[in-house]
């Protein structure tokens, strides 16, 4: 674990896991070009999505603690009968949208190996391909203008963004992405599709670097504890400018530039995985000379 391939991968992981161009995707490439693959890579990668979790969390934390609040608070009026799905302000329905969205989530983790397999599959095609599927997203989502808010969403809503963020579980499809994509044809008005997107993103993230801890604690593999450091402040502060950056996009109407970006990055891969195929040899071979 040296620390250029630190500091690049935890910029990687800071800027494309808000910026809707697939955080997975790119580590998967950038791993299957430089060969940095195995336990190092596994534990890295976990700490890379810690720190992007510290970034939404530092960004989106007025969001998040009034959702805390009308966490406890939902539960008192349930208790005392005031309780009301009708007369719910923007804060709790949020909150209840983001349990419903995650909650279908947690069948397909069942399955996250047919997920993740495609990251260490050593062909990019796939990655390449899932690049244009989120291109294709961008492109669409970016003709939509809606209007509703976070008080005004509904079960419908949160079922669509939860299905797309399930998707998006492929490596090359993007999470923020397709979660804001699916906000933006529900309606939502774009603040509010951004703002549900990258909280939805907390418990996915944190439940993912979960599951993942566990395989990593299978191996016996020493940890180096400050590249590690270093890897998560890194990823933590580019992912909360990122953050920054994609708000300032798409408020003003400039999302598509994404799908030009993951349309070209999805042709690039597709034409690496054949020539790879044609001609026998590795991307990281040429890299790495």
């Given at each position: 674990?040296?620390?250029?391939?630190?500091?690049?991968?935890?910029?990687?992981?800071?800027?494309?896991?808000?910026?809707?161009?697939?955080?997975s995707g790119?580590?998967?490439v950038?791993q299957?070009i430089?060969?940095?693959?195995g336990?190092?890579?596994?534990?890295?990668?976990?700490?890379?999505?810690?720190?992007?979790?510290?970034?939404?969390?530092?960004?989106?934390?007025?969001?998040?603690?009034?959702?805390?609040?009308?966490?406890?608070?939902?539960?008192?009026?349930?208790f005392?009968?005031k309780?009301?799905?009708k007369?719910?302000n923007?804060s709790r329905?949020?909150?209840?949208?983001?349990?419903?969205a995650?909650?279908?989530?947690?069948?397909?983790?069942?399955?996250?190996?047919?997920?993740?397999?495609?990251?260490?599959?050593?062909?990019?095609?796939f990655?390449?391909?899932?690049?244009?599927?989120?291109?294709?997203m961008?492109?669409l989502?970016?003709?939509c203008?809606?209007?509703?808010?976070?008080?005004?969403?509904?079960?419908?809503?949160a079922?669509?963004?939860?299905?797309?963020?399930?998707?998006?579980?492929?490596?090359?499809?993007?999470?923020s992405?397709?979660?804001?994509?699916?906000?933006?044809?529900?309606g939502?008005?774009k603040e509010?599709?951004?703002?549900?997107a990258?909280?939805?993103?907390?418990?996915?993230i944190?439940?993912?670097s979960?599951l993942?801890?566990?395989?990593?604690?299978?191996?016996?593999?020493?940890?180096?504890?400050?590249m590690l450091?270093?890897?998560?402040?890194?990823?933590?502060v580019?992912?909360?400018l990122?953050?920054?950056?994609?708000?300032?996009?798409?408020?003003?109407?400039?999302?598509?530039?994404?799908?030009?970006?993951?349309?070209?990055?999805g042709?690039?891969?597709?034409?690496?995985?054949?020539?790879?195929?044609?001609?026998?040899?590795?991307?990281?071979?040429?890299f790495m000379?």
């Amino acid at each position: 674990m040296d620390i250029i391939n630190v500091i690049i991968q935890g910029v990687v992981q800071g800027l494309t896991e808000f910026l809707p161009v697939s955080s997975s995707g790119h580590l998967s490439v950038i791993q299957h070009i430089t060969g940095y693959t195995g336990d190092d890579a596994l534990i890295l990668m976990i700490v890379l999505h810690l720190g992007t979790l510290a970034a939404v969390l530092v960004a989106f934390w007025k969001t998040v603690w009034g959702m805390i609040k009308e966490f406890f608070l939902t539960i008192g009026d349930i208790f005392t009968g005031k309780f009301s799905w009708k007369n719910m302000n923007g804060s709790r329905r949020m909150m209840f949208m983001v349990i419903i969205a995650t909650l279908l989530l947690v069948p397909v983790y069942l399955f996250k190996d047919f997920f993740t397999a495609r990251e260490g599959d050593g062909d990019i095609i796939f990655e390449g391909l899932a690049f244009m599927f989120t291109a294709v997203m961008l492109f669409l989502s970016d003709r939509c203008h809606g209007r509703k808010q976070a008080e005004d969403m509904k079960v419908k809503d949160a079922v669509t963004v939860g299905l797309f963020q399930c998707v998006a579980l492929f490596p090359g499809v993007s999470r923020s992405g397709s979660t804001t994509a699916a906000g933006l044809f529900c309606g939502l008005e774009k603040e509010t599709a951004v703002s549900f997107a990258f909280v939805l993103g907390i418990p996915a993230i944190l439940g993912g670097s979960v599951l993942e801890i566990g395989d990593a604690l299978k191996s016996d593999m020493q940890l180096d504890w400050v590249m590690l450091g270093i890897g998560f402040v890194i990823s933590a502060v580019v992912g909360f400018l990122a953050i920054k950056l994609v708000k300032w996009l798409i408020k003003n109407d400039r999302f598509k530039i994404f799908g030009i970006y993951t349309a070209i990055i999805g042709v690039l891969c597709v034409a690496g995985g054949i020539w790879e195929h044609a001609t026998g040899g590795a991307l990281s071979s040429l890299f790495m000379k």
